[in-house]
């Protein structure tokens, strides 16, 4: 399925907490290891990972958070998200191949997801609407980069306080958010 291709986003995954055994263990470990697997032995040259911001979960602070902070997940979820990252840092600087993880923030799926978001003070600072993430994806694969392997926010811009430092977003790969809470949950209600 790889044959011929110059970039890999890999967003599929169980989204959120589950069951370890049954559904986190082959979706999101798994699933990551046949991906870059794959990947490499196709000679792709970029694959984009996508993480979460639940692998600094545990942070309280100083703000924001930057990438190179140490993980502190709270659950299975967030652990796997680790591996995901330490894999794709693996595959890197190991096999060669270029790797962009992105610690994405909360974008929402659907109404319950949304109505969630909309009573959490934190989520509408790492809101991630569904056009910044299409315009983050659009810089991840397009942007030329030297670099084997980085680890990047990506959010809307913040309602209150910025959480999530989106610099190394903007700085490697020209990716600036357009949008804040609750810009483009339009379809999921009225919010704000």
């Known amino acids: 399925a790889m044959a011929g291709i110059d970039v890999v986003v890999h967003c599929a995954a169980t989204p959120d907490e589950d069951d370890f055994l049954t559904k986190l263990l082959p979706n999101n470990i798994v699933g990551v290891y046949n991906v870059l697997e794959c990947a490499r032995k196709s000679r792709v040259r970029r694959v984009v990972l996508a993480s979460t911001g639940q692998v600094v979960i545990g942070h309280a602070g100083p703000w924001p958070i930057t990438p190179e902070m140490p993980c502190s997940p709270r659950n299975w979820y967030g652990s796997a998200k680790v591996f995901t990252e330490m894999a794709g840092q693996v595959y890197a600087h190991v096999h060669g191949v270029n790797v962009i993880v992105v610690r994405l923030g909360w974008c929402p799926r659907d109404k319950r997801h949304a ?78």
Not at 140 to 156: D, H, I, K, R
């Open 115 to 192: 109505d969630e978001l909309a009573l959490d003070e934190m989520g509408k600072d790492v809101y991630l609407s569904a056009a910044d993430a299409g315009r983050f994806f659009v810089r991840a694969v397009e942007t030329p980069l030297n670099l084997p392997y980085c680890v990047v926010f990506a959010t809307s811009k913040p309602l209150l306080r910025t959480r999530y430092d989106l610099s190394a977003a903007r700085d490697l790969l020209g990716y600036c958010p357009r949008d804040q809470w609750p810009a483009g949950t339009e379809a999921f209600g009225r919010y704000g």
